[in-house]
């Protein structure tokens, strides 16, 4: 498995479908500030609340030029399902689900113990170079406030 992503490193590019079964890159938004916004499992109590936090602050994703992903193993349909439960409109969801949790394992964050990713936060500058990477506790919710300081934060350098 890959050694986890860092700040400074370049983003490494993944093609998934969403939970309207589109096909979304990375690459689609260059020129964006992207979070990569890594979640264990759909249905489950924090990561919903972590989903819904993105949904809640999607104008100000929008103001900073910045697009949030939420990613995590489950299928299409399962996500489909868990965005209308959840009330997610506007957010995109993606599905790591085949091959099993590619873009966790090439991020360094895929726990194979479990079979799900990490929970964790990355933030790829408009170039997608890192600038920003934490690892969470399983149970603990992302502060969302954390992240868009690092959104509005000046660029930091390219090491």
Not at 42 to 53: D, G, H, L, P, R
Not at 59 to 83: Q, R
Not at 97 to 123: C, D, K, L
Not at 130 to 155: G, H, Q, T
Request: net charge negative; charged share 25%; proline share 5%.
């Amino acid at each position: 498995m890959p050694t986890a992503i860092e700040k400074g490193d370049e983003a490494r590019g993944f093609t998934l479908q969403d939970q309207h079964d589109q096909k979304v890159q990375l690459a689609d938004f260059r020129g964006k500030k992207v979070l990569l916004s890594f979640h264990p499992l759909a249905w489950t109590s924090v990561c919903a609340e972590q989903m819904k936090a993105l949904e809640a602050h999607k104008k100000t994703f929008d103001a900073l030029n910045a697009v949030a992903l939420g990613i995590s193993i489950d299928s299409v349909p399962c996500k489909n399902a868990w965005a209308k439960e959840l009330g997610i409109k506007d957010t995109i969801l993606l599905s790591d689900f085949w091959p099993h949790g590619m873009v966790a394992q090439e991020y360094g964050i895929f726990r194979e113990t479990n079979g799900f990713s990490e929970r964790a936060n990355i933030v790829l500058d408009d170039s997608h170079r890192v600038i920003f990477v934490k690892v969470y506790p399983i149970k603990e919710l992302p502060d969302i406030e954390e992240i868009l300081r690092v959104l509005r934060s000046p660029a930091t350098p390219s090491l």
